[in-house]
């Protein structure tokens, strides 16, 4: 079971799923279904989905971003943390993958919580308005930097953005990697440490999750 550069032994997190998680039976669903596709490791875990609908929870957030969506895993995660009245507008370039979201979001009745926008996000973020409590980051690499600061923009002081794949697979760590991606999460790594706009932490969960606290 891939858990990314903060792996833990199987039995070990089959445990903080089963004993540390209340996934409902819609996002056991999506999660099984997202498995057996190209890619689908590219998923958040379910101990990532159950932070972010603490962190969710905890700052009273109603109006939330999501910047890459794939099939749907954080996005339903968030919803179901939302109040009623809550939103979170996803931006995604895939019909394909975003299409069996969409059917799992029906499926958990929370599709009208969800605000789908497909297209380039970096031109879809432009047109967003008004303040925002959370963001979630997990799309090209290469556009990081941009995509936080364009939400760091859009969210509210004391909201929170929180940044996927910060680790990238332990890869940050290896130097003999000099790929595109590499570079990119290791350059947004450094830079954010040194953004004294917001308080950070990286919380080894999954692939990484950075969590920045907009002061």
């Given at each position: 079971?891939?858990?990314?550069?903060?792996?833990?032994?199987?039995?070990?997190?089959?445990?903080?799923?089963?004993?540390?998680?209340?996934?409902?039976?819609?996002?056991?669903?999506?999660?099984?279904?997202?498995?057996?596709?190209?890619?689908?490791?590219?998923?958040?875990?379910?101990?990532?989905?159950?932070?972010?609908?603490?962190?969710?929870?905890?700052?009273?957030?109603?109006r939330c971003i999501e910047i890459g969506t794939f099939t749907g895993y954080s996005a339903l995660a968030v919803a179901l943390a939302l109040p009623p009245g809550g939103k979170i507008v996803c931006f995604d370039r895939s019909e394909e993958?975003?299409?069996?979201?969409?059917?799992?979001?029906?499926?958990?009745?929370?599709?009208?919580?969800?605000?789908?926008?497909?297209?380039?996000?970096?031109?879809?973020?432009?047109?967003?308005?008004?303040?925002?409590?959370?963001?979630?980051?997990?799309?090209?690499?290469?556009?990081?930097?941009?995509?936080?600061?364009?939400?760091?923009?859009?969210?509210?002081?004391?909201?929170?953005?929180?940044?996927?794949?910060?680790?990238?697979?332990?890869?940050?760590?290896?130097?003999?990697?000099?790929?595109?991606?590499?570079?990119?999460?290791?350059?947004?790594?450094?830079?954010?440490?040194?953004?004294?706009?917001?308080?950070?932490?990286?919380?080894?969960?999954?692939?990484?999750?950075?969590?920045?606290?907009?002061?």
């Amino acid at each position: 079971m891939g858990r990314g550069a903060a792996d833990l032994p199987a039995k070990l997190f089959e445990y903080v799923v089963a004993r540390g998680t209340r996934e409902t039976a819609v996002q056991r669903r999506l999660r099984a279904a997202t498995r057996r596709i190209p890619m689908g490791g590219m998923q958040i875990g379910a101990d990532q989905g159950a932070l972010m609908q603490i962190l969710v929870r905890a700052i009273g957030a109603r109006r939330c971003i999501e910047i890459g969506t794939f099939t749907g895993y954080s996005a339903l995660a968030v919803a179901l943390a939302l109040p009623p009245g809550g939103k979170i507008v996803c931006f995604d370039r895939s019909e394909e993958w975003t299409s069996i979201a969409r059917r799992y979001w029906r499926q958990a009745r929370v599709e009208k919580k969800i605000d789908l926008r497909l297209g380039p996000a970096l031109e879809s973020l432009k047109k967003l308005k008004g303040s925002f409590d959370f963001a979630f980051i997990d799309a090209d690499k290469e556009n990081y930097w941009k995509y936080y600061e364009r939400c760091l923009k859009l969210v509210r002081r004391g909201g929170l953005i929180a940044i996927d794949n910060t680790l990238w697979y332990a890869r940050v760590v290896d130097r003999r990697d000099q790929s595109v991606d590499t570079r990119a999460i290791r350059a947004f790594n450094k830079r954010l440490r040194r953004d004294r706009r917001v308080e950070i932490s990286l919380v080894p969960i999954g692939d990484g999750l950075t969590l920045a606290l907009k002061r």
